[in-house]
Every structure is written in structure tokens, then in C-alpha cells.
């Protein structure tokens, strides 16, 4: 891509005159940066870091000192609204099919993201994560996002990924546990398949969309009211092998449906509700606030407690802070 093309579609400033007049791709990781690269560099310290990987351009919004003259200098008043244009640019000569769902619907998709003969590629929260693919998506491959707004912003031929499910094709629904779930779905019947009821919608429309191939195993990578089973020494143990349990969400748009669902069909047990930065449509005394995770033991000592539903951590996180705790004294 000629460098004056990019000042065209960015609306940037060439702030000297170089001595190259093309790039070659796109970059936001100095690390990953190859010789005739154009840079996308928020912090100054990884220009120099880009340079010597062989940038041929560096775009940027804030004011760096211009230490290489012999690459494209390219100021920008708003770096973000640069990366949007060069992405529009790039898919706009593309005949893709582009799909926005719900954030559910989203993290289910992505665990079957090679079931399909085409290619998918999920839209990250990160803009400057798609520049590390940008250049493999080719025609008739598939863009998912959890954000029509900016979706729309980047490619805005697109449409919902949502079916409408009648719930009279729903039948012989059993709820095993608060995990597992039997269903038949018209002539489909699924036998203890390892997800909540309540995500049972968001099963069919990717059993539907994958046009009825589905590895049911791969269910396992939806962390979405996933449970870590712990004893009382704090120690993970077997699926349904404790009456304790601790339920993970980082998305703050699932957790007031996820809190419900569990008070409806956990309500004969006691749950904990704890999190970083509160629950909103909590009451004060329903909830505990935690820092860190290294805080959860010392607060629920002595609880009487089956649930905890953790907000504002992830399941990797608490995962790893339960098998490090494993190797350290016990709780009690």
C-alpha cells in the first residue's frame, strides 16, 4: 500500500519526507513487526523497538521525536479513529458475510470456531488485536462481533445472528444440575449435555448455525455458569464431588441474568456473592467486596455457604489461584 494512500484514508500528516513510498502490512506489536511494515505505535519506548525490526512507517497521535528520517512519520489526531478507517479500508474490498450476537452467543460460537468449512473470525473487545489477522481474511469468510457499533464501523453489511427459538420445540427438559441439562430440540435429543438451562437458547442457535455439526465435548470450553467444585481444604475436586462450588463471570452484561438464574433454581441453597467493584442491583448486606483473590479465602472463612458467584474475576484466574492455593496451607 503506497504511503500516500494511508495519509488518505487515516487523514494524517506526513511530518518528513522519506525515503520509502510503500508498506507492506499492518502492525500494533512492535515485536511482531517484518522489514517494510507499517507501525501503529501508542508508546514511544516500542517506536525504537519497531524501527529495528525494519518499520517502514510509523502512524502515530501523540508527539514523538522523529528519530529515523528515512521511514514515513505519520501523525493522526485520533489513533483509534485511524485504526477503524484502515480496517474499513481493508474489508471494503471484501465480499464477507458479517454477523453481531449477544456476548453468550459469542463465547459459544467461538469454542466451535473450526467446525465450519469457511473461515471465522471473531471481532475482538481489542481493536489493535485484528490487525494480527487482518491480513489472512479473504472473500466468503465470516466476521462475528459481540458489538454491532462498531461493527457496523468496520464493515456495516451485516446482520443479526440470532434465531428465534419457538419453545415448542423445546421438550423433556431436564435440569440435572445447576451445569447439566438434558433436552430434546425437535427431533434432536441431547443427553446431559454440560451447560446451564439457562444458556440453552444460545446451544440451539449454534447447533443450527453449524448446521447440526457440533462436537458436544467441546461444551467443556464454555465457561459461561462454570463450575470449579472445591472441598474444605480449598482443594479442586471432580464435577459434583463437593457441595461447594464457585461460579466465575468477567462479563459484567451476563452476570445480573446469571445471578437470577441462580437464585431461582439454586434458591434452596445458600450462595455468596462477591466481586471487585459491586453488583448494582444488589443490596449492600446481599454482597462482599474483594480487592483480590488472595482475599477470598480470609472472607469466606466460617461462611455457611454451597455457591460462590464471583464477579469481575475470570475462570482462568480463579482456576489458577485454586491450584496454587493447593500447594499452600489449607483454609481451615
Given at each position: 500500500?503506497?504511503?500516500?494512500?494511508?495519509?488518505?484514508?487515516?487523514?494524517?500528516?506526513?511530518?518528513?519526507?522519506?525515503?520509502?513510498?510503500?508498506?507492506?502490512?499492518?502492525?500494533?506489536?512492535?515485536?511482531?513487526?517484518?522489514?517494510?511494515?507499517?507501525?501503529?505505535?501508542?508508546?514511544?519506548?516500542?517506536?525504537?523497538?519497531?524501527i529495528?525490526?525494519?518499520?517502514?512507517?510509523i502512524?502515530?497521535?501523540?508527539?514523538?521525536?522523529?528519530?529515523?528520517?528515512?521511514?514515513?512519520?505519520?501523525k493522526?489526531?485520533?489513533?483509534?479513529?485511524?485504526?477503524?478507517?484502515?480496517?474499513?479500508?481493508?474489508?471494503?474490498?471484501?465480499?464477507?458475510?458479517?454477523?453481531?450476537?449477544?456476548?453468550?452467543?459469542?463465547d459459544?460460537?467461538?469454542?466451535?470456531?473450526?467446525?465450519?468449512?469457511?473461515d471465522?473470525?471473531?471481532?475482538?473487545?481489542?481493536?489493535?488485536?485484528?490487525?494480527?489477522?487482518?491480513?489472512?481474511?479473504?472473500?466468503?469468510?465470516?466476521?462475528?462481533?459481540?458489538?454491532?457499533?462498531?461493527?457496523?464501523?468496520?464493515?456495516?453489511?451485516?446482520?443479526?445472528?440470532?434465531?428465534?427459538?419457538?419453545?415448542?420445540?423445546?421438550?423433556?427438559?431436564?435440569?440435572h444440575?445447576?451445569?447439566?441439562?438434558?433436552?430434546?430440540?425437535?427431533?434432536?435429543?441431547?443427553?446431559?449435555?454440560?451447560?446451564?438451562?439457562?444458556?440453552?437458547?444460545?446451544?440451539?442457535?449454534?447447533?443450527?448455525?453449524?448446521?447440526?455439526?457440533i462436537?458436544?465435548?467441546?461444551?467443556?470450553?464454555?465457561?459461561?455458569?462454570?463450575?470449579?467444585?472445591?472441598?474444605?481444604?480449598?482443594?479442586?475436586?471432580?464435577?459434583?464431588?463437593?457441595?461447594?462450588?464457585?461460579?466465575?463471570?468477567?462479563?459484567?452484561?451476563?452476570?445480573?441474568?446469571?445471578?437470577?438464574?441462580?437464585?431461582?433454581?439454586?434458591?434452596?441453597?445458600?450462595?455468596?456473592?462477591?466481586?471487585?467493584?459491586?453488583?448494582?442491583?444488589?443490596?449492600?448486606?446481599?454482597?462482599?467486596?474483594i480487592?483480590?483473590?488472595?482475599?477470598?479465602?480470609?472472607?469466606?472463612?466460617?461462611?455457611?455457604?454451597?455457591?460462590?458467584y464471583?464477579?469481575?474475576?475470570?475462570?482462568?484466574?480463579?482456576?489458577?489461584?485454586?491450584?496454587?492455593?493447593?500447594?499452600?496451607?489449607?483454609?481451615?
Amino acid at each position: 500500500m503506497k504511503i500516500s494512500s494511508i495519509l488518505d484514508i487515516v487523514d494524517g500528516k506526513l511530518l518528513n519526507s522519506p525515503s520509502i513510498s510503500f508498506i507492506y502490512s499492518i502492525k500494533t506489536n512492535s515485536k511482531k513487526i517484518k522489514e517494510s511494515d507499517l507501525y501503529i505505535a501508542k508508546d514511544e519506548e516500542e517506536v525504537q523497538e519497531a524501527i529495528q525490526n525494519g518499520a517502514f512507517a510509523i502512524i502515530y497521535e501523540k508527539d514523538f521525536i522523529i528519530s529515523d528520517n528515512e521511514i514515513a512519520w505519520i501523525k493522526v489526531e485520533n489513533i483509534q479513529l485511524a485504526m477503524i478507517k484502515l480496517i474499513r479500508f481493508k474489508l471494503s474490498t471484501l465480499n464477507l458475510d458479517s454477523f453481531y450476537c449477544s456476548n453468550s452467543l459469542y463465547d459459544m460460537l467461538k469454542i466451535y470456531q473450526n467446525n465450519l468449512k469457511k473461515d471465522i473470525f471473531f471481532i475482538p473487545s481489542k481493536i489493535e488485536k485484528i490487525f494480527s489477522y487482518l491480513d489472512d481474511i479473504k472473500d466468503s469468510d465470516i466476521l462475528i462481533s459481540k458489538n454491532k457499533e462498531f461493527l457496523d464501523k468496520i464493515y456495516p453489511t451485516n446482520k443479526e445472528l440470532k434465531e428465534i427459538i419457538d419453545q415448542k420445540d423445546i421438550s423433556n427438559l431436564i435440569e440435572h444440575s445447576l451445569f447439566e441439562t438434558s433436552f430434546s430440540y425437535k427431533e434432536h435429543f441431547f443427553s446431559r449435555i454440560k451447560i446451564s438451562s439457562l444458556y440453552i437458547n444460545e446451544f440451539i442457535n449454534v447447533f443450527n448455525f453449524l448446521q447440526k455439526e457440533i462436537d458436544l465435548s467441546k461444551l467443556k470450553n464454555f465457561l459461561n455458569m462454570k463450575a470449579i467444585f472445591f472441598n474444605k481444604n480449598f482443594e479442586i475436586v471432580e464435577f459434583g464431588k463437593s457441595d461447594r462450588f464457585v461460579i466465575c463471570q468477567d462479563n459484567t452484561l451476563l452476570v445480573e441474568n446469571e445471578i437470577k438464574h441462580l437464585q431461582l433454581k439454586f434458591k434452596y441453597a445458600k450462595s455468596l456473592f462477591l466481586s471487585k467493584n459491586g453488583i448494582n442491583f444488589l443490596k449492600k448486606n446481599e454482597q462482599m467486596i474483594i480487592n483480590n483473590l488472595n482475599e477470598l479465602k480470609t472472607t469466606i472463612k466460617n461462611k455457611d455457604f454451597h455457591c460462590i458467584y464471583l464477579v469481575d474475576f475470570s475462570y482462568k484466574e480463579v482456576l489458577e489461584y485454586f491450584i496454587k492455593s493447593q500447594n499452600h496451607s489449607t483454609l481451615f
